[in-house]
Each structure stands twice: as C-alpha cells, then as structure tokens.
C-alpha cells in the first residue's frame, strides 16, 4: 500500500514563490515515479509534473515549463515541487501522485495524496 503525505502550499501573489513536498512510503516499485496533478476551481484535475526518482528523469505540462521545477531526495524518498513566477491560473488543489508509471490521464492514476491547495492573488 503506497501513502503520500504532502505539506507546503498556501496563499501568495502573482509573482511569488512556493513549494510543495510529497513523501512516499509502501512498496518501492509503487513509488518508483513521483509527481503532481492540479484541480483549478470547477475544472478537472490535470497533469503539472513527474519525476523518476532514481533516474530524475523528469515531465512538465507545457504550461509550467520553465516556472516550476520537480526534484527528489532519494534519503527521504520525497519528491518537492518548487513553484517560481506563479500566476493566478496557478490557483488550485495540487495532488500528490505515484506509480511505476504515472499517465498524463488523471483517471488512469491509482495512488493519490489529500491535496494541498495554491492560492495566487493577483
């Protein structure tokens, strides 16, 4: 069984910076990609960014690409997600997410964290 605790988030202005942490624990193979969905208000939850921890080999939605950048601490088995440069359609519930393989389709992801909302004010 795979558990993901998140912590980070919060409130900030266009502009600002934040970031997000997600530690994973259960079975190895389970946990081998880490990253993290979004759920902007009254949208549907979509892909932000992954990493391949022991190869960090990593993803980004375009519409991050060049503002956010994923990592992982291999001692702590924690993937962190720094946001830079957020902007107002940044505003949403960000999800934690793993697997062997972790698809850009949010219905095809099995493992998910409780979610840490964003808030940016303009």
């Known amino acids: 069984q795979v558990q993901l605790v998140e912590s980070g988030g919060g409130s900030v202005q266009a502009g600002g910076s934040l970031r997000l942490s997600c530690a994973a624990s259960?079975?190895?193979?389970?946990?081998?990609?880490l990253g993290w969905f979004r759920q902007p208000p009254g949208k549907e939850r979509e892909f932000v960014a992954t990493?391949?921890?022991?190869?960090?080999?990593?993803t980004y939605a375009d519409s991050v690409k060049g503002r956010f950048a994923i990592s992982f601490d291999n001692a702590r088995n924690t993937a962190l997600l720094q946001m830079n440069n957020l902007r107002p359609e940044d505003s949403a519930v960000y999800y934690c997410?793993?697997?062997?393989?972790?698809?850009?389709?949010?219905?095809?992801?099995?493992?998910w964290g409780q979610g840490r909302r964003v808030t940016v004010s303009s």
């Open positions: 990493i391949r921890g022991i190869f960090n080999a990593t």
């Open positions: 259960g079975r190895t193979f389970a946990t081998a990609v």
């Open positions: 997410v793993a697997g062997s393989y972790v698809p850009k389709d949010p219905y095809k992801v099995s493992n």
